[in-house]
């Protein structure tokens, strides 16, 4: 038997539990790996509380979780390119990992290097690849200038130092606990809030060329009030927003790939991105997990450890 994080019906964190289920069995091409890490992520509480029914509908009972790290302990039939014992990232589209145990496609694991510890490693997916595909998508290039919304949450973390790597200027927007931590990424910082448009034209007094919203909450509206371009901004969260003003929405999707996942673990090993670790709790503590990160108050990631 294992631990598996389900939910019946959509509902608040009191909906969740931890239950004794079989210990899966990969099938051909998959893994089977042993969870030492797996983030959580603001999509996944939507999907809980119904509020992405239309788009992401849950099936119940339903599972949880996309990020993991951990050693694979068991190959299905095919699998060639990985060993037992591996140490892997990697992620899921099953809704099931937050667990002890998850089952895994082969094609979707790239080797943990030794620099990225577990907390980072097992929380890498889902932010690192949305972050990822919402810097490609606005393009950032070296002189320009680019606003990031919600710049010290799990995603705009990523965001800003991604973007800062292609050489532009980075404003980000955050509460002013965060501002130190900002500047140390060499990011301009800018308070959110009544009169933030005013507070950017005084950072960037040459204008906006690029913006990335990872928060929601009318700020594609400013984007737009700016001056950006409508094809320059990209935003993971506003959907309606995307779609009535025909701005981007490239988020994980559109970088979902081991390669890319590859690309950010070697650049968090070098030391050339920074993933935060906000808080680490145990599965059994699941529920607490969720209402701090339904906060949308703390810099960075929080994960789980089995």
Do not use: C
């Not at 939910?7 to 608040?12: A, T």
């Not at 009972?61 to 068991?74: H, M, Y």
């Not at 393009?139 to 050489?167: F, W």
């Amino acid at each position: 038997m294992a631990r598996a994080i389900r939910f019946d019906e959509y509902g608040g964190v009191d909906v969740l539990r931890v239950e004794d289920v079989p210990r899966p069995a990969p099938g051909p091409g998959q893994v089977l790996v042993g969870v030492r890490a797996a983030g959580i992520n603001p999509g996944e509480a939507a999907i809980r509380q119904g509020f992405m029914h239309e788009r992401w509908p849950a099936t119940f009972p339903s599972g949880q979780g996309s990020d993991f790290a951990g050693v694979v302990t068991e190959l299905g039939e095919g699998v060639e390119e990985i060993a037992v014992g591996d140490e892997v990232i990697g992620w899921v589209d099953t809704r099931s990992s937050h667990a002890d145990f998850v089952v895994a496609e082969a094609e979707n694991l790239t080797p943990r290097p030794d620099g990225v510890p577990w907390e980072v490693a097992g929380s890498l997916f889902v932010a690192g690849t949305t972050a990822y595909a919402a810097v490609r998508a606005v393009y950032p290039r070296e002189g320009e200038t680019v606003v990031v919304s919600g710049a010290a949450g799990g995603v705009g973390s990523l965001v800003v130092q991604l973007a800062k790597l292609s050489g532009a200027t980075v404003i980000g927007l955050a509460g002013a606990a965060n501002h130190a931590w900002l500047r140390e990424q060499d990011v301009v910082p800018v308070e959110y809030g009544d009169g933030v448009l005013e507070r950017i034209k005084e950072a960037a007094p040459g204008g906006v060329d690029a913006f990335i919203d990872t928060f929601g909450a009318g700020y594609v509206e400013l984007a737009l009030r700016l001056g950006v371009y409508a094809g320059r901004i990209d935003t993971i969260i506003d959907f309606a927003a995307a779609e009535k003003y025909n701005v981007k929405a490239d988020g994980n999707a559109a970088a979902a790939s081991a390669g890319v996942l590859r690309e950010l673990a070697v650049l968090a090993d070098k030391g050339l991105l920074e993933v935060p670790v906000a808080r680490v709790f145990p599965l059994d503590e699941v529920r607490e997990a969720y209402r701090e990160l339904e906060k949308r108050h703390t810099r960075g990631k929080i994960v789980l450890r089995p």
